[in-house]
């Protein structure tokens, strides 16, 4: 329907131009100089004026009315009228090459049997809160679709089919399911009167009546037109578009549609959807969660063991077992939603990251209650649970293979329910989190909502979803960058790392593919945001709540309307152009290509070979600090990393055992000076000694000598002074004998006389005897003094010689002077094993005894350990201004690499920064290895590592760059090292 067809500069709003280039061409007939605006796709025509013309080649989409008329009153001045444009619109209007976008008339789609496959990710489509604006569309009509009331032969009727259904929904909207082609639209209730009043009311009735404007009815017409829910309309086949890379991350395979299998089958499962069926679960869970939970250590060990055991050869069972348990998953949805009547349109297989996951299209479920779809969503997680719980009681009753097989069972229903309930990632766990909060579209609506409070603009979001949507937008945006980022960062670093060169050239190759050779029939009319297209694109609509508020008037605009197929007479003369243009053009453009591409094909490339390296240090620049003896470390002065002399002290060792060693020998070596100084004393008086003895030995000689010459006189005769002296007392005493005998005898006459007394008598007598016995004592005396002269004599001969056999001079300073001897050698012994160990002491004090780097790290941990000299070091030094690897590469690139070649090592720490290194040698010997599929060789080169950031374990990938040689001999190296051409070769030879 139209409501107004006249168009004037009064009347209508300053309008853009549309773009006709995509269906119509201007051109000048060969034999006048008439020009034409002529049809892409068939045969029509219409004369124009140059005036026209030169307007036309303006309708690109970039100007408005006004503009194009003053850019044509510059050219042409006055020679055209001031409605000049307006007018030229209306010509267009009336021959069907335009039309305005007035009509309220929804677009009709394009008719296909193929079900329409949108909402696989189970989002509902629905109506926005605002209108969008409604760009310059294709509209499949002609001249006579603009008069009023008029329906196009093809449109669809303005009338829900009779499949469609209306379901209630609890938070106050309503869901149009059309379960022909599984498509919903959710709408508000001023919308559903709408929808209810079409084919009974014309559509500007309908508008009027339901406090709409026409825009919004139009609108909404699209949108149940998109859907499919109109009579005579089908949901339209997503445009085909070009493939990019991108696609390899996520796409999808239907493989059939499993409805009517699963209805063959619910019946006989109603069981598990019983309450005592949910009890018995609920239990079986709980206790195997209990259970597992207490042998987690035991689940953890044996991972550990599986994957020391076996390693990268438990991936492809484990991958199986993930898709078996992610096919049960969706099973589990399928079944479900089955259970609840509803439509399960589709299974198949997604792949993302081109790793294969069992899918279903489970959309019918927004048609349920809030907790019954919950436990759609919830039912592929239950099933998990079940999947790992019984895969764990059978892991406990099992054993050999089928334990292993039921552990990874375990881990992979794990794994996946882990990775299902992530809330951030379209997922189970957003689906579920969208069922909780009843927010259908949570993602985009919470995006929509920052984006509303960045531009200022109001929120139409309930008050109590705000909070949610602030929350989940920030979260969900950095999880998008952290994935995505993560996954281009990996597969950026490995293709540039690996296969650079391949990938310049197929990114270069798929460019050329999806923008050169693009013709504008392939994309016409530019971006569509028609609700048809964004349908198919986004597979899913905005939200109209049911607090519907009427979007802004929106400025009507110009379309283009696509030519008839059914072709018009034609002049010959302008058909013969039109087909000698074209191919005259595509010659033009595939010379051009070819002459560019030859043209790069002789452009100068290096040849490189390569492949990932890690650093190690160069020969005779490291060394290993290591402990003479061993000692416990006490400090660490040095730091990983950091930079060393030589001569700097690094550590600090001590021995308690070298400690007590050196008291020992500190003590015996005192001991030992107090035993030579002994010795010394003892060699002193041992001389000392000897020349007393001499002495004495001289005098006894003298005196012998004389006692002698005593004796021999006594022999002769010869009295000794002694003897004569005692002889002259015997002498005395014999001359008074006489004289007291005749004393005697006249004191005794005189006695008798009575003269005197008896006792002068006495006297006399007593004295005479006294001298008598004195005479004979003498006597006595004096024989005893020749015995004795005699014997003394005898004896001091005797005891000479006895001196001088007993004392030998030189056998006691011998002796003193051997042990003076020993305990000197012992002091040295001493001295020297003293000075070892101090030694030893001494090199406990660790010093470098190079200038490079501490590459060990963890020192501080060895603080207060014990290093032993033969079984531990402390640390390592090396010097790092260059740095040494080994690059293996296939046997074949082997002639391409020559020493003293330069090579670009880029690090994995580092991969914007290369590193200049050369070839230093070629190993002479072809790895064999089991794990490479081709013999390799080894090439060393050595890295410059002038501003010591690289450091040994470094990784990376080295290039060793080989002569400069023209693009397409290296496209044939290239195509050489990819395909064995060889092998045909070496047949073709020995043919």
């Given amino acids: 329907?139209?409501?107004?067809?006249?168009?004037?500069?009064?009347?209508?709003?300053?309008?853009?131009?549309?773009?006709?280039?995509?269906?119509?061409?201007?051109?000048?007939?060969?034999?006048?100089?008439?020009?034409?605006?002529?049809?892409?796709?068939?045969?029509?025509?219409?004369?124009?004026?140059?005036?026209?013309?030169?307007?036309?080649?303006?309708?690109?989409?970039?100007?408005?009315?006004?503009?194009?008329?003053?850019?044509?009153?510059?050219?042409?001045?006055?020679?055209?009228?001031?409605?000049?444009?307006?007018?030229?619109?209306?010509?267009?209007?009336?021959?069907?090459?335009?039309?305005?976008?007035?009509?309220?008339?929804?677009?009709?789609?394009?008719?296909?049997?193929?079900?329409?496959?949108?909402?696989?990710?189970?989002?509902?489509?629905?109506?926005?809160?605002?209108?969008?604006?409604?760009?310059?569309?294709?509209?499949?009509?002609?001249?006579?679709?603009?008069?009023?009331?008029?329906?196009?032969?093809?449109?669809?009727?303005?009338?829900?089919?009779?499949?469609?259904?209306?379901?209630?929904?609890?938070?106050?909207?309503?869901?149009?399911?059309?379960?022909?082609?599984?498509?919903?639209?959710?709408?508000?209730?001023?919308?559903?009167?709408?929808?209810?009043?079409?084919?009974?009311?014309?559509?500007?009735?309908?508008?009027?009546?339901?406090?709409?404007?026409?825009?919004?009815?139009?609108?909404?017409?699209?949108?149940?037109?998109?859907?499919?829910?109109?009579?005579?309309?089908?949901?339209?086949?997503?445009?085909?578009?070009?493939?990019?890379?991108?696609?390899?991350?996520?796409?999808?395979?239907?493989?059939?549609?499993?409805?009517?299998?699963?209805?063959?089958?619910?019946?006989?499962?109603?069981?598990?959807?019983?309450?005592?069926?949910?009890?018995?679960?609920?239990?079986f869970l709980a206790f195997s969660l209990f259970i597992g939970l207490s042998q987690r250590p035991e689940i953890l060990l044996t991972g550990q063991q599986l994957v020391a055991n076996q390693g990268i050869s438990l991936l492809l069972p484990f991958a199986l077992?993930?898709?078996?348990?992610?096919?049960?998953?969706?099973?589990?949805?399928?079944?479900?939603?089955?259970?609840?009547?509803?439509?399960?349109?589709?299974?198949?297989?997604?792949?993302?990251?081109?790793?294969?996951?069992?899918?279903?299209?489970?959309?019918?479920?927004?048609?349920?209650?809030?907790?019954?779809?919950?436990?759609?969503?919830?039912?592929?997680?239950?099933?998990?649970?079940?999947?790992?719980?019984?895969?764990?009681?059978?892991?406990?009753?099992?054993?050999?293979?089928?334990?292993?097989?039921?552990?990874?069972?375990?881990?992979?229903?794990?794994?996946?329910?882990?990775?299902?309930?992530?809330?951030?990632?379209?997922?189970?766990?957003?689906?579920?989190?969208?069922?909780?909060?009843?927010?259908?579209?949570?993602?985009?609506?919470?995006?929509?909502?920052?984006?509303?409070?960045l531009r200022r603009r109001p929120s139409r979001e309930p008050r109590h979803n705000r909070l949610i949507l602030a929350t989940y937008a920030p979260f969900s945006l950095l999880y998008i960058l952290f994935v995505f980022g993560s996954i281009f960062t990996l597969i950026t670093n490995w293709t540039l790392t690996n296969i650079p060169f391949w990938t310049i050239t197929l990114l270069g190759i798929w460019a050329i593919y999806y923008y050169f050779p693009q013709t504008k029939a392939e994309n016409p009319g530019g971006r569509q945001n028609s609700p048809a297209k964004k349908a198919h694109s986004n597979t899913q609509l905005n939200t109209m709540?049911?607090?519907?508020?009427?979007?802004?008037?929106?400025?009507?605009?110009?379309?283009?309307?696509?030519?008839?197929?059914?072709?018009?007479?034609?002049e010959p003369s302008t058909q013969k152009t039109t087909k000698s243009t074209l191919p005259l053009k595509r010659i033009a453009i595939l010379l051009t290509i070819a002459t560019s591409l030859g043209v790069i094909s002789l452009i100068p490339t290096s040849f490189e070979v390569g492949g990932s390296v890690e650093l190690e240090t160069r020969e005779g620049a490291r060394t290993i600090v290591r402990t003479p003896i061993a000692g416990v470390i006490t400090d660490i002065y040095v730091q990983p990393g950091e930079t060393v002399q030589p001569g700097q002290i690094l550590a600090q060792l001590s021995s308690l055992e070298l400690d007590r060693e050196i008291a020992t020998i500190e003590q015996q070596l005192v001991q030992a000076h107090q035993v030579l100084d002994t010795a010394q004393k003892q060699r002193i008086r041992a001389e000392a000694q000897l020349v007393e003895v001499q002495a004495v030995a001289e005098a006894m000689m003298a005196k012998t000598r004389r006692e002698s010459l005593r004796a021999k006189a006594l022999t002769q005769g010869q009295l000794t002074p002694e003897i004569q002296v005692l002889n002259t007392q015997r002498q005395r005493l014999q001359e008074r004998i006489p004289e007291l005998q005749e004393k005697l005898q006249r004191y005794h006459q005189l006695y008798e006389q009575g003269?005197?007394?008896?006792?002068?008598?006495?006297?006399?007598?007593?004295?005479?005897?006294?001298?008598?016995?004195?005479?004979?004592?003498?006597?006595?005396?004096?024989?005893?003094?020749?015995?004795?002269?005699?014997?003394?004599?005898?004896?001091?001969?005797?005891?000479?010689?006895?001196?001088?056999?007993?004392?030998?001079?030189?056998?006691?300073?011998?002796?003193?002077?051997?042990?003076?001897?020993?305990?000197?050698?012992?002091?040295?012994?001493?001295?020297?094993?003293?000075?070892?160990?101090?030694?030893?002491?001494?090199?406990?004090?660790?010093?470098?005894?190079?200038?490079?780097?501490?590459?060990?790290?963890?020192?501080?941990?060895?603080?207060?350990?014990?290093?032993?000299?033969t079984e531990d070091f402390l640390l390592e030094i090396a010097e790092l201004s260059s740095l040494t690897a080994t690059v293996d590469i296939k046997e074949e690139d082997l002639e391409y690499v020559e020493n003293h070649k330069p090579v670009t090592f880029r690090p994995r720490q580092a991969k914007l920064r290369p590193y200049t290194a050369t070839v230093q040698r070629i190993l002479p010997q072809i790895q064999h290895e089991p794990s490479q599929p081709q013999p390799i060789a080894q090439v060393e080169i050595v890295v410059d590592n002038s501003d010591g950031k690289l450091y040994p374990g470094a990784t990376g990938y080295a290039k060793i760059y080989s002569e400069r040689i023209p693009l397409y001999q290296r496209l044939g190296r290239e195509l050489m090292r990819l395909v064995p051409l060889e092998r045909f070769l070496w047949r073709e030879t020995e043919k």
């Fill in 755 to 869: 003269a005197i007394s008896r006792n002068r008598r006495d006297e006399v007598e007593s004295e005479l005897h006294n001298i008598e016995s004195n005479l004979v004592a003498k006597t006595q005396e004096i024989a005893a003094a020749k015995q004795n002269q005699t014997d003394t004599a005898r004896d001091l001969q005797t005891e000479t010689a006895s001196q001088f056999a007993a004392i030998d001079a030189s056998e006691m300073i011998a002796q003193a002077e051997s042990q003076m001897i020993t305990q000197q050698q012992a002091i040295a012994t001493l001295k020297n094993r003293l000075s070892e160990l101090k030694t030893y002491k001494q090199n406990l004090t660790l010093r470098s005894p190079i200038a490079g780097v501490i590459l060990t790290n963890h020192l501080d941990l060895r603080q207060n350990q014990e290093l032993k000299p």
């Fill in 321 to 453: 077992l993930a898709m078996f348990v992610v096919t049960l998953h969706e099973l589990g949805h399928a079944f479900t939603l089955k259970h609840y009547n509803g439509i399960v349109p589709e299974f198949g297989l997604l792949f993302m990251f081109l790793m294969p996951a069992a899918y279903t299209n489970t959309t019918d479920s927004y048609c349920l209650s809030r907790f019954k779809r919950i436990l759609v969503v919830g039912a592929g997680i239950i099933c998990q649970l079940i999947i790992a719980a019984t895969a764990f009681w059978l892991w406990q009753s099992s054993a050999n293979w089928l334990a292993t097989a039921s552990y990874l069972l375990m881990v992979s229903a794990l794994f996946t329910i882990a990775l299902n309930l992530n809330p951030l990632a379209k997922f189970d766990g957003y689906y579920l989190a969208v069922a909780l909060t009843g927010i259908n579209n949570l993602r985009s609506r919470s995006f929509q909502f920052y984006s509303n409070l």
């Fill in 545 to 570: 709540n049911s607090s519907y508020s009427q979007p802004s008037p929106q400025k009507p605009s110009l379309q283009v309307v696509p030519p008839k197929t059914q072709p018009t007479p034609a």
């Fill in 1 to 283: 329907m139209q409501v107004g067809n006249e168009l004037t500069a009064k009347e209508q709003p300053d309008w853009t131009c549309p773009d006709i280039s995509p269906y119509w061409q201007l051109s000048q007939q060969a034999s006048s100089q008439q020009y034409t605006l002529r049809s892409r796709h068939d045969n029509r025509y219409f004369p124009l004026s140059p005036a026209e013309v030169y307007a036309l080649s303006h309708f690109t989409g970039n100007f408005t009315v006004t503009q194009l008329q003053q850019q044509c009153q510059k050219k042409y001045g006055s020679a055209i009228s001031p409605n000049f444009i307006w007018d030229l619109l209306q010509k267009l209007i009336t021959i069907g090459i335009l039309t305005s976008d007035e009509s309220i008339t929804p677009n009709p789609p394009v008719e296909t049997d193929r079900r329409q496959k949108i909402n696989h990710d189970r989002e509902i489509p629905n109506l926005t809160h605002s209108q969008p604006p409604i760009d310059n569309r294709i509209v499949d009509t002609d001249s006579t679709a603009h008069q009023p009331n008029y329906h196009p032969p093809n449109s669809p009727k303005l009338k829900l089919k009779s499949c469609v259904q209306w379901i209630p929904h609890s938070d106050g909207y309503w869901i149009l399911r059309n379960p022909e082609d599984v498509t919903f639209l959710q709408v508000d209730s001023q919308s559903k009167a709408a929808i209810d009043q079409l084919g009974k009311h014309p559509p500007a009735d309908i508008a009027k009546y339901n406090n709409l404007t026409l825009n919004q009815l139009r609108y909404l017409l699209q949108l149940l037109t998109a859907t499919g829910m109109l009579v005579g309309t089908k949901p339209a086949k997503p445009p085909k578009r070009k493939f990019t890379p991108l696609q390899l991350l996520f796409f999808k395979v239907p493989l059939f549609n499993p409805d009517a299998w699963l209805t063959r089958h619910i019946n006989k499962l109603h069981w598990i959807w019983t309450r005592s069926t949910c009890l018995i679960l609920c239990f």
